[in-house]
């Protein structure tokens, strides 16, 4: 049976079968060397000024030339390639694809256009774009709030390797991996979009019950009484794929927090108890009642999201903490609540690294502090340390196989201009001569690469490069 990964490969067959015979650009020390890898303009799925302004005064700023370069291709990527806009019930409609799968995950799509956001209050495109995207999420959330990827169709079949997968499964749903950021994330999504411009017309009915289907989809998977409606088993050789016990995953002593199947990786969680995505609920919860008493003036429905996001909270402090030989604390990544628990890092996000970049904690948090320095060490057994650089990897590509993901979370949590200068020389020299960031590469050969077109990576790291611009623009005017 095809599989994603098997899918995946096809793809890059195809892909790196298009480019023979084509010559990479000349990595000279000359700006004038590096050509732009974006889409003529006319072949541009959507088009901004805000963001191109942006793009110019960003990379004028960059004295080195390849980053530079990586900058122009990576930054608008979404919008040149993933975007499809629409109409639906006579309002806006933003489909959002990963880029070389033609499905929108409620993860990717947040997170692929959330550099965007503090542009979207004077431009009115943009404005659209976000409007579609809101309701286009709260329409799959209420299609299956467990699903993790949905089809521009509705009626449309899953993905081709998630035909035959027992669970309840809908149409217009690509993949049903129960994730908790799947939920999370259209919260960071649409409460950041509202902080920023003000813009209260996407949040009607039809988002109201979306959002009221989350409280009801965490509240159920706190499994206080029973395993919840939610299971899912798939007929694969990667373990990671499916679940055990009848597709509800490992047992649990229920404690509070919320269940999860899955990882935001797409990996099968070890134990149920996922303490990133725990967290980043906190936060999402905490969020949801202040859009709800600020814009629909419902404090009941704000009462419960934060009496639920005190519950959680509590529980998490509770049992998802462990202890070194010193006796200092750091975040476990797993647990079950009978007392075991799984210390390790996955880089997709939300992960232990990055808490601080979604705001679920303070960069200066000694607790993450702590659990920072232990992820980014061989204490985590998915990090890895080559001639190539170092950084985070994850099951789901396997070992050695190191995400730019990962070196982008570590400068955006970095306090030190040095660990900052020395990501950005990594993923600068890691692109394998295509100016674009790709799912993973090989620790120590990055020509292997997964995924030639990932537009969640590409956008991050023009995130990235917007985020030292503010902190340490002294940085970017030198050559690294």
């Known amino acids: 049976m095809l599989t994603r990964r098997d899918f995946l490969k096809l793809i890059s067959t195809a892909t790196a079968a298009g480019m023979a015979g084509f010559s990479l650009p000349t990595l000279a020390n000359s700006q004038a060397s590096y050509t732009s890898q974006r889409p003529p303009l006319a072949k541009r799925k959507f088009v901004s000024e805000a963001v191109e302004h942006q793009l110019a005064n960003v990379k004028a700023s960059i004295a080195d030339p390849k980053l530079a370069w990586m900058f122009e291709n990576c930054y608008p990527n979404t919008l040149d390639t993933t975007v499809e806009l629409g109409t639906l019930d006579g309002k806006p ?37 976000f409007r579609g995207l809101i309701r286009r999420q709260a329409r799959c959330i209420r299609i299956d709030p467990y699903a993790n990827a949905f089809m521009p169709d509705p009626h449309a079949q899953p993905l081709i390797w998630a035909r035959h997968d027992l669970t309840d499964m809908k149409p217009g749903v690509g993949e049903r991996k129960w994730e908790i950021d799947s939920l999370c994330y259209p919260i960071r999504l649409a409460h950041s979009y509202w902080q920023a411009t003000g813009d209260t017309e996407p949040f009607d009915d039809d988002w109201r019950e979306a959002m009221h289907l989350v409280l009801k989809t965490f509240r159920e998977q706190q499994r206080k009484q029973d395993n919840g409606p939610y299971h ?24 509070g927090m919320i269940h999860a199947m899955f990882r935001p990786s797409d990996d099968a969680c070890t134990y149920p108890l996922f303490v990133p995505a725990n967290l980043f609920a906190v936060l999402s919860l905490r969020q949801l009642a202040q859009m709800s008493r600020a814009l ?20 998490v402090h509770k049992d998802g903490r462990m202890h070194d030989a010193e006796g200092h604390e750091f975040w476990a990544y797993e647990i079950d609540g009978f007392g075991n628990q799984v210390f390790m890092d996955d880089a997709n996000v939300p992960s232990l690294l990055g808490l601080p970049y979604l705001g679920c904690c303070d960069r200066n948090d000694p607790l993450y502090r702590h659990t920072r320095e232990l992820v980014w060490s061989p204490r985590n057994p998915y990090f890895f340390r080559g001639k190539a650089a170092e950084g985070i990897g994850g099951p789901h590509e396997g070992l050695r196989m190191i995400w730019p993901m990962s070196i982008m979370m570590y400068a955006q949590t970095s306090r030190d201009v040095a660990e900052v200068r020395q990501c ?3 993923l600068r020299d890691t692109d394998a001569g295509t100016g674009f960031i790709h799912e993973t590469f090989d620790q120590d050969d990055p020509k292997r690469f997964t995924r030639s077109w990932f537009a969640w990576a590409n956008t991050l790291f023009g995130e990235l490069i917007i985020d030292v611009q503010q902190r340490y623009p002294a940085l970017l005017r030198s050559e690294l």
């Not at 088993?233 to 404690?255: A, D, H, I, K």
């Not at 009496?307 to 959680?312: G, P, R």
């Open 93 to 129: 409609d933003t489909f959002v694809i990963t880029g070389d799968i033609d499905a929108m995950w409620l993860r990717d799509s947040s997170a692929q256009v959330v550099p965007y956001i503090p542009l979207a209050k004077n431009d009115k495109a943009l404005q659209r774009l």
């Open 424 to 426: 950005l020389k990594w």
């Open 232 to 255: 899912f088993q798939r007929t694969s050789e990667v373990p990671t794929e499916t679940q055990m016990l009848g597709g509800y995953g490992n047992p649990t002593r229920p404690n």
């Open 296 to 315: 629909h003036k419902d404090a009941e429905f704000a009462g419960e999201c934060e009496a639920l996001a005190n519950e959680v909270e509590q529980a």
